[in-house]
């Protein structure tokens, strides 16, 4: 079964500070892609960052990166300089790319960021 | 351009009625895929459709259903409501069959079933 865990139901950072949001999954697919998708209050999932499995490096979008442990099936996300726009539910992702028609979604991490 | 469009936003039904969820995907987009989520299930796959064509179903029951339009335009439908099919219904589109690249989400329709 493929699985997606988020262990930290809330966490809360100061304005300009970094946090770091975990996720882990479980998988036996060795090709997949994962994301990090942020749900503000208007509900809209929006994309934050993508990884494909097979790239060892870990992707970056401006103040938002990842550190992605394949081996380990870990896929944390870091928020650099966080700023109040932040504040939203953020979700990890795991689609299988030999299937490649549906995202697995872990519970979700409620991110607050403090003036 | 304009993104993924559901109607309607909200919407309350009672117990044994059915409904219709309408999804536009962004223009251009082919796959439109339906996630169910509740607070206590978290977001889950109802199903995906490609060129008017499912692809893939979720764990749901048959009251569940959905189909698709030459247009790419999207219509959920559920039959004989219960309690329990209170939830935000969320579509998402991708130019592409699958979730690759990331599907574009819309704000989702909220349905309570009273």
């Known amino acids: 079964a493929q699985t997606v865990t988020q262990s930290q139901p809330e966490m809360s950072v100061q304005e300009a500070e970094t946090v770091t949001l975990s996720c882990t999954y479980d998988t036996s697919e060795s090709d997949y892609y994962l994301f990090w998708y942020k749900q503000p209050p208007s509900r809209q999932m929006i994309l934050v960052i993508r990884?494909?499995?097979?790239?060892?490096q870990n992707a970056t979008e401006n103040r938002f990166s990842v550190n992605f442990q394949k081996a380990a099936k870990s896929f944390s996300l870091k928020i650099s300089d966080s700023q109040l726009g932040d504040a939203a539910m953020y979700f990890c992702?795991?689609?299988?790319?030999?299937?490649?028609?549906?995202?697995?979604f872990g519970t979700g991490t409620s991110l607050t960021v403090i003036p | 351009k304009a993104g993924v469009t559901q109607t309607p936003r909200y919407l309350i039904k009672t117990r044994g009625q059915q409904v219709t969820l309408s999804c536009s995907p962004i223009s251009g987009h082919r796959s439109v895929s339906w996630y169910q989520q509740t607070p206590g299930q978290g977001l889950q796959f109802l199903f995906e459709?490609?060129?008017?064509?499912?692809?893939n179903k979720g764990n749901f029951p048959g009251r569940f259903s959905g189909r698709q339009f030459s247009n790419s335009r999207s219509e959920m439908n559920v039959s004989t409501l219960e309690l329990g099919d209170s939830a935000l219904y969320l579509c998402a589109s991708s130019l592409v069959a699958g979730g690759y690249y990331g599907y574009t989400f819309g704000s989702g329709t909220r349905l309570t079933v009273v």
């Open positions: 992702a795991y689609c299988p790319a030999n299937t490649g028609n549906q995202f697995y």
């Open positions: 459709y490609f060129s008017e064509t499912q692809r």
């Open positions: 990884q494909e499995a097979y790239k060892q």
